[in-house]
């Protein structure tokens, strides 16, 4: 039997992939897709992309069709999230959402950081974290609600704290490492939103590269949280010119103990930690990851290597940013909470040029 599933918010770039993936889906039916700006509007004509794969049309996101949906995929801005899920859950639908406005378990650092009141902190308290390599008991949890016929919450994880953590939090919890946690991460442009802005102008994005958000970018208390390294993380974007993709790398200052492990050592441990886990690929020690070879896919690959000089520890993780990074993830996580092989319609092979 397949599963009725809706977009809110499909017109955008992360709702697009959704959309591109759940066409192929073999479980998931794709019946609702909204955006109030292309509302009658078909999906065939914003995005030809999808000629002769489907013929649905876009409708407002209040359209009640939404809340006959099992499943239900937000691909909306943070703030928008929250006038939208308490009344999907109170629906009895299932709510995996892209946004930032379920992944901060504090409310007050969700409001200091985004600058809005959170109006549903007490979901917070029920949501499951979206990011199945390192919070597995999440969406097991996820699961059983489900399968007692209640609906979930899932707050997928953010593109640059998923590449940023499966690349690091295995030395991290390995109790390798100490002190600050140094990131370096470039995205595409496909990572700003479709809105297009001084910023992502192709006359100044392309052939160039720049920091942006220093010091103050919103993902900090997520990577934060997931690392649990709070005030001791140092993290800054950067927009490279390029559609998508995302490389991360991280500097970890190696504790005494661990200065005597060799790079095989903890790829071994990376490789026991993620197995079992389809798309993390650790790749071999001499290997770094390639953000070219990961577009497309649902895959994160992590490379590992050390500074013998200055006992640092460099992990670097690369995503498809719209993929793991947003659509992929959120479907990845809606298949675990439906029972699902966690793979199923997800692509695991990139394009080779």
Known sequence: ????????????????????????HPKFDLEVITSNSDAGTALSEVYPAFAGASDLVFTTHDDPAVKSCELVFLAVPHTAALAQVPGLLDAGVTVVDLSADYRLSDPAVYERWYGATHTSPDLLKIRAFGLPELFAEDLERACELHAAGKPALVACAGCYPTATSLASAPAIRAGWTHGMVVVDAK????????????????CNADEDVQAYKVGCHRHTPEIEQILGKQGELVFTPHLIPMKRGLLSTVYLQLTDEAAGMTVEDMLMCYKDLYAGRPFVQVLPAGEQPHTSSV?????????????ERTNTLIATGAIDNLCKGAAGQGIQCANLVFGLDETCGLPRVGMPV
């Open 187 to 202: 995205s595409g442009v496909t990572g700003a939103g479709k809105g297009c802005n001084a910023k992502t102008h192709f």
């Open 1 to 24: 039997m397949s599963i009725k599933v809706g977009v809110i918010g499909a017109a955008g770039y992360a709702g697009a992939e959704l959309v591109r993936l759940l066409t192929q």
């Open 295 to 307: 577009v497309g896919t649902n895959v994160c690959q992590v490379g590992l290597a050390k500074n």
